[in-house]
T-cell receptor, first 113, second 110 residues
């Protein structure tokens, strides 16, 4: 099956710094990827839809200037958490569309200290 | 938009017990329906899916049937194992976007 790889799987950063998370489709091209966020013991919430070659579409309440999404190629989307704060600590998961299926990455656990 | 109501947990069962986790959804369109499983500290894994009415998805002994008339997609397993302990998410998908239920934590005791 199609494989989606996220990197890093875990990251700890200092408050005020920026962190970049990569989502790669390893064996297929994905024009559309999605970014989700999961708080501890809660469900996943869609943050944004990432479209190759165009601007991402953000869900209501998600700050586009804080969560920068770049989908520069058909196999890579990146999420940059800018000026991270402890409340941004969360589990971030991407998914990539291949035909009619969505394949999820393994997630990135971000801890801001 | 779509919404999902999933049976609240946590659910604790003994090994070999029967499992049902209820899931109902509301959707403006005709979504595909999915169950995902998340083991501690890990990402999501697709458990099973159904793409049209009356379809039954099945995998690893789990089953769920797409009930359009009741907008439900209940997850069942006849005999759970300790290794089934995880969080289960019901997730209808429309136009590629998934809407997730709150998740149901299942603990199976030996």
């Amino acid at each position: 099956g199609a494989v989606v790889s996220q990197h890093p799987s875990r990251v700890i950063c200092k408050s005020g710094t920026s962190v970049k998370i990569e989502c790669r489709s390893l064996d297929f091209q994905a024009t559309t990827m999605f970014w989700y966020r999961q708080f501890p013991k809660q469900s996943l919430m869609l943050m944004a839809t990432s479209n190759e070659g165009s601007k991402a579409t953000y869900e209501q309440g998600v700050e586009k200037d804080k969560f920068l999404i770049n989908h520069a190629s058909l196999t890579l989307s990146t999420l940059t958490v800018t000026s991270a704060h402890p409340e941004d600590s969360s589990f971030y998961i991407c998914s990539a569309l291949y035909r009619t299926e969505a394949f999820f990455g393994q997630g990135t656990r971000l801890t801001v200290v | 938009g779509n919404s999902v109501t999933q049976m609240e947990g946590p659910v604790t069962l003994s090994e070999e017990a029967f499992l049902t986790i209820n899931c109902t959804y509301t959707a403006t369109g005709y979504p595909s329906l999915f169950w995902y499983v998340q083991y501690p500290g890990e990402g999501l894994q697709l458990l099973l899916k159904a793409t049209k009415a009356d379809d039954k998805g099945s995998n690893k002994g789990f089953e769920a049937t797409y009930r359009k008339e009741t907008t439900s997609f209940h997850l069942e397993k006849g005999s759970v194992q300790v290794s089934d302990s995880a969080v289960y998410f019901c997730a209808p998908r429309d136009a590629g976007k998934s809407t997730f239920g709150d998740g149901t934590t299942l603990t199976v005791k030996p």
